[in-house]
């Protein structure tokens, strides 16, 4: 069959920049992943040399480091969206020297993202869907006017998006995704904004040579990235095991309790309020990220309803692939990899859920 051509563009490097232009003309502010000295973090981005294209990260169990590399080809850093639309630190109000009180107010500005990684775009699905009732998520979610994503054809070694079906390419919820290939890029629109920006572009029409060596390289990207069995056999087997104490035990065994791991998930949601006394006399409360791995989340009215490390760390797992589906339709795990790269102990969150698997069946 026919590759189907007229869906894609192909161009270079200078398209590339003159693709982040044209998004820059047409909001406030760019937002995607951004060169911050020696780190890599989320926020917003000047111009395409702000984003980090020609490094390259090596991640791994407990490992991740940057550098410019041969593929020159970045995943992700522990920042995702969430660092954009949940902010890890939201003031709620202030109350001044005279007892009144400033209610917090919420950014506006209209914003774009660019650059994204499709897992991360799937995230913010599922954040859309938690946190439907959340204004000050809402504040900034509403006001992202435009999505442009990258596909991975070099996915890193903790990524498992193929498995999840949440990469390496991006299907719905953008306005344009582009693929850097060895002989150019290749763009592809996902909504009529995105159609009409590529279209005043300077880009060429795709061959079907073009299209077929994106598709094999898509695929390619797909298989390395596939350890696990479909989410729906993993939330059976999970549902299994919840009562196999010995077993949680063991495979949490290295857990220190850090949070890192919520930290860094983009799905990852809850907060808890602070009160921050200032010495003027005036006294802020923010909502902050919480985690669910550490003790004093379960900490309520005098006693604990996770007080042993292996509860919360088996709550984490069944969190993901079996409460999120049921609450709110999608798996919370989109195989970022990022808990996995960022565990200090390197706890690997496939290996856990194949052992569920290969323990409780499918
Ligand atoms: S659970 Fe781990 S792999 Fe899954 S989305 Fe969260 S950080 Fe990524
Ligand atoms: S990052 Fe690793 S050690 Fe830290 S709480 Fe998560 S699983 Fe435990």
């Given at each position: 069959?026919?590759?189907?051509?007229?869906?894609?563009?192909?161009?270079?490097l200078?398209?590339l920049?003159?693709?982040?232009?044209?998004?820059?003309?047409?909001?406030?502010?760019?937002?995607g992943y951004r060169v911050s000295g020696d780190a890599v973090g989320f926020?917003?981005v000047?111009?395409l040399e702000s984003l980090p294209l020609g490094l390259e990260d090596s991640q791994a169990p407990g490992a991740y480091r940057l550098s410019r590399g041969s593929s020159g080809f970045f995943r992700h850093s522990h920042a995702s969206?969430?660092?954009?639309?949940?902010?890890?630190?939201?003031?709620?109000?202030?109350?001044?020297?005279?007892?009144?009180?400033?209610?917090?107010?919420?950014?506006?500005?209209?914003?774009?993202?660019?650059g994204?990684k499709?897992?991360?775009?799937?995230?913010?699905?599922?954040?859309?869907?938690?946190?439907?009732?959340?204004?000050?998520?809402?504040?900034?979610?509403?006001?992202?006017?435009?999505?442009?994503?990258e596909?991975c054809t070099v996915p890193g070694a903790t990524c498992?998006?193929?498995?999840?079906?949440?990469?390496?390419?991006?299907?719905?919820?953008?306005?344009?995704?582009?693929?850097r290939?060895s002989?150019?890029?290749?763009?592809?629109?996902?909504?009529?904004?995105?159609?009409?920006?590529?279209?005043?572009?300077?880009?060429?029409?795709?061959?079907?040579?073009?299209?077929?060596?994106?598709?094999?390289?898509?695929?390619?990207a797909?298989?390395l990235?596939?350890?696990?069995?479909?989410?729906?056999?993993?939330?059976?087997?999970?549902?299994?095991?919840?009562?196999?104490?010995?077993?949680?035990?063991?495979?949490?065994?290295?857990?220190?309790?850090?949070?890192?791991?919520?930290?860094v998930?983009?799905?990852?949601?809850?907060?808890?309020?602070?009160?921050?006394?200032?010495?003027?006399?005036?006294?802020?409360?923010?909502?902050?990220?919480?985690?669910?791995?550490?003790?004093?989340?379960?900490?309520?009215?005098?006693?604990?309803?996770?007080?042993?490390?292996?509860?919360?760390?088996?709550?984490?797992?069944?969190?993901?692939?079996?409460?999120?589906?049921?609450?709110?339709?999608?798996?919370?795990?989109?195989?970022c990899g990022r808990?996995i790269t960022w565990c200090p102990?390197g706890?690997?969150?496939?290996?856990?859920?194949?052992?569920?698997?290969?323990?409780?069946?499918?």
């Open positions: 069959m026919a590759a189907q051509l007229t869906k894609y563009f192909k161009g270079g200078g398209d920049r003159a693709l982040f232009d044209a998004v820059k003309n047409y909001v406030s502010v760019v937002v926020g917003p000047e111009s969206p969430k660092y954009w639309l949940h902010l890890p630190v939201q003031e709620v109000f202030t109350v001044l020297e005279d007892y009144a009180v400033d209610i917090a107010r919420y950014d506006t500005y209209s914003a774009a993202l660019f994204i499709p897992c991360d775009l799937v995230s913010m699905e599922v954040l859309d869907r938690i946190l439907k009732n959340d204004d000050s998520y809402w504040s900034r979610r509403s006001k992202i006017e435009l999505v442009v994503v596909e498992f998006c193929g498995s999840i079906g949440t990469g390496p390419s991006a299907s719905t919820g953008f306005d344009i995704a582009y693929a290939l002989n150019g890029i290749i763009f592809k629109y996902g909504s009529e904004k995105g159609l009409r920006i590529l279209e005043k572009l300077e880009l060429t029409e795709v061959s079907e040579e073009d299209v077929a060596e994106y598709e094999r390289a898509i695929a390619r797909g298989e990235t596939r350890y696990l069995p479909p989410p729906s056999e993993i939330s059976k087997s999970l549902e299994r095991s919840v009562s196999d104490t010995s077993f949680w035990k063991e495979v949490s065994s290295r857990c220190v309790g850090c949070t890192n791991c919520n930290m998930c983009p799905t990852c949601f809850c907060t808890e309020f602070v009160d921050q006394i200032e010495p003027s006399g005036r006294a802020k409360r923010v909502r902050q990220w919480f985690g669910c791995l550490s003790h004093t989340y379960g900490q309520v009215a005098g006693t604990h309803y996770r007080p042993e490390l292996y509860m919360r760390y088996r709550h984490f797992v069944l969190h993901k692939f079996l409460f999120y589906p049921k609450q709110v339709g999608l798996v919370g795990c989109v195989g808990c102990v706890i690997d969150l496939r290996e856990v859920v194949s052992k569920v698997v290969s323990r409780y069946g499918s």
